[in-house]
Nanobody, 120 residues
Framework: QVQLAESGGGLVQAGGSLRLSCAAS????????MGWYRQAPGRQRELVAT???????NYADSVKGRFTISRDNARNAVYLQMNSLKPEDTAVYYC??????????????WGHGTQVTVSS
């Protein structure tokens, strides 16, 4: 099992910045991709950004140029620097980790989420 602990959410004015952190613990070997997803009220959970073990990143179009995902493999941690925040970025942000075993079995892990609220 992998446990994910997020931190760094909060309330910020439009145009401001926040940095989210997520630390993985437990069976962290063979974690491949780590990333962030978000879910706004009444909407489905959506991808924000992911980073693979080798460093390849992927971003939602809505956050490109404003958010930066980074990863510290030694600490089993992933970060999301969010700049130029907009009210539409308001959501619960969830950390995700993807683990693939040697037999090909894949596991998906989620944190409990951290609230990000952007006021206009």
């Amino acid at each position: 099992q992998v446990q994910l602990a997020e931190s760094g959410g909060g309330l910020v004015q439009a145009g401001g910045s926040l940095r989210l952190s997520c630390a993985a613990s437990g069976s962290t070997s063979r974690i491949n991709a780590m990333g962030w997803y978000r879910q706004a009220p009444g909407r489905q959970r959506e991808l924000v950004a992911t980073v693979r073990l080798g460093g390849i990143t992927n971003y939602a179009d809505s956050v490109k140029g404003r958010f930066t995902i980074s990863r510290d493999n030694a600490r089993n941690a992933v970060y999301l620097q969010m700049n130029s925040l907009k009210p539409e970025d308001t959501a619960v942000y969830y950390c995700n980790a993807d683990r693939v075993l040697t037999n090909g079995v894949r596991f998906d892990y989620w944190g409990h989420g951290t609230q990000v609220t952007v006021s206009s």
